[in-house]
């Protein structure tokens, strides 16, 4: 622990795997991890993008060195597309973890329409732990029940019960542009989401190894849940948005997205399409139209 030390509480500009080589066997009770999904999104001046198997030998490589970091009690989480983390699984993850769960998280997009197949709407939540003896807090996410009247739940509450455990899939919204979290990095968690499961699996001076820097927003929730973390961050922009966010305890300005705001003529027909479906109205009520349109 002593050497662990030297490490909590920082986020280093360097690349992940070069952070976990340094880190000590079973020192860490989470890992979280929402690496770049090999979509072809560049992430500030770099764009990571390998074809998919090299990216699949990336995936293994970081899931074993982020088991071997974990503590048998601990609890690893990867979020990532189904297709990536099937294969992450199938290729590694079932052969060497105690017990591999996959979660499902869900959301409204506006992107991915199309003709040919159903949107993509979710993303896949591997949940892994290498011993049966892992911890697992309930009451620190348990949610309301569904039939609060019934006999039997009447008496779980009686007991102490906090309420039940959540159900295996999880509907966040997407980080809009216009939200309070939102920076100008390219890809956000929704903090609840990430709240919810670190609660599940730590309690406070716990150590959460977050893999990628990203925005902060994970790290900053570490903050208000007052766990301990180490994480690593490659890009030097998003580097200095970190470390601003942690140190100012919000997003400075220049951090932020800005916001496009669009002429709501050039928007008419979209407008007067939605009027027909019942979920806008071009009336104004006597009241004069807007000129502008804030783009989420």
Known sequence: ???????LNQVFLTDILALLKDLPDKSIDMVYGDPDYNVGVKYGDKSYTKNFNEYIEWYIELAKESL???????NMFFINYPKQNAYL?????????????????TYNTNVGHTPK???????????????????????NVAVSYKNPTDKR??????????????????????????????????????QKLTEMLIKSCTIPDDIVLVLFGGSGSELEVCKWLKRQYISAEI??????LILSRLKNGK?????????????IETLHPQLTLLEKQG?????????????????A
């Open 68 to 74: 071997r970091v974990l503590k048998d009690s601990g």
């Open 117 to 139: 197949r159903f949107t993509t709407a979710h993303r896949s939540i591997l949940h892994c732990i290498k011993t049966k003896n892992n911890k697992f807090y309930k009451d």
């Open 153 to 190: 739940i009447l008496q779980n509450l009686k007991n102490g019960s906090k309420g039940r455990m959540p159900y295996d899939w999880f509907y966040f919204d997407l980080v809009k542009n216009v939200s309070k979290e939102k920076t100008y990095h390219a890809c956000q968690i929704p």
């Open 235 to 240: 890009d030097p922009k998003y580097h200095k």
């Open 1 to 7: 622990m002593s050497y662990l030390k030297q490490y």
């Open 89 to 105: 699984r199938v290729k590694y993850l079932d052969q060497v973890c105690y017990d591999v769960f996959d979660y499902v998280w």
């Open 279 to 295: 979920t806008y109205s071009l009336r104004n009520n006597n009241k004069p139209h807007k000129k502008y349109l804030t783009i």
């Open 251 to 263: 997003i400075e300005e220049k951090y932020r997205l800005p916001i496009r705001k669009t002429p």
